[in-house]
């Protein structure tokens, strides 16, 4: 009996860690950096690649080796031409598609003052939008959402998950939702 005990606990656990496994293979941590001077927050038109055709804050995927922070900093040198100073942490939303084992797990940071002249580059077009007209129609559906958060200076943890993984020709739509404020992450 006491054999079959230990049997179950390894077999449940090696199970449990190639189910882990799994999650973390299909899970990929990227940043979004909204750089918001009130009453102005500066965007990047998506030329190419996920999510081309929207307007974004900037970033993309955490490289091996860095920070979460760091990769922030270096996607928003690498797509805008700017050195941003200070960055603080204002989200981290879960972003899933249907048929798709997919986890995107996106931390969004604001950051006020930078050094340079926003300058396009291959990925991405910057332009200065006022708060009252953020161009919310030609961006990700989940941004009308959390972006009042943002500019409230909330911190927020979310979740979305659309209906298919989307291309700028076809919108996806949110088919699940949950945004929360919180505290600290
Ligand atoms: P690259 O794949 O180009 O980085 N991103 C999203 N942003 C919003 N607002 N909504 C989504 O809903 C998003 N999915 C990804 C994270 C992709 C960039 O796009 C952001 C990155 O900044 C699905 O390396």
């Not at 750089?35 to 929207?54: C, E, H, N, S, T």
């Not at 959390?146 to 943890?157: A, D, E, I, N, Q």
């Not at 291309?167 to 992450?185: G, Q, R």
Request: proline share 4%; glycine share 8%; aromatic share 12%.
């Amino acid at each position: 009996m006491i054999h079959v005990g230990v049997d179950l606990a390894r077999s449940t656990k090696s199970a449990m860690e190639r189910e882990n496994n799994k999650k973390a293979i299909n899970r990929k941590i990227l940043t979004l950096c909204v750089i918001y001077q009130r009453p102005r927050v500066l965007l990047g038109m998506k030329k190419k690649g996920f999510g081309a055709g929207r307007w974004n804050g900037f970033g993309g995927k955490v490289e091996e080796g860095e920070s979460i922070e760091e990769a922030a900093v270096r996607e928003v040198r690498e797509e805008a031409g700017i050195e941003v100073s200070s960055i603080r942490k204002a989200g981290i939303i879960e972003f899933t598609f249907e048929n798709d084992p997919k986890v995107l797990e996106v931390h969004i940071f604001k950051c006020g003052s930078f050094m340079g002249e926003p300058t396009e580059s291959e990925e991405m077009r910057p332009q200065w939008f006022h708060i009252d007209e953020i161009p919310f129609k030609e961006m990700w559906s989940d941004d009308i959402y959390w972006f009042p958060l943002f500019f409230k200076g909330k911190r927020f943890k979310g979740r979305f998950r659309f209906d298919k993984p989307s291309t700028a020709e076809y919108a996806a739509k949110i088919i699940e939702s949950e945004l929360i404020e919180v505290e600290d992450f």
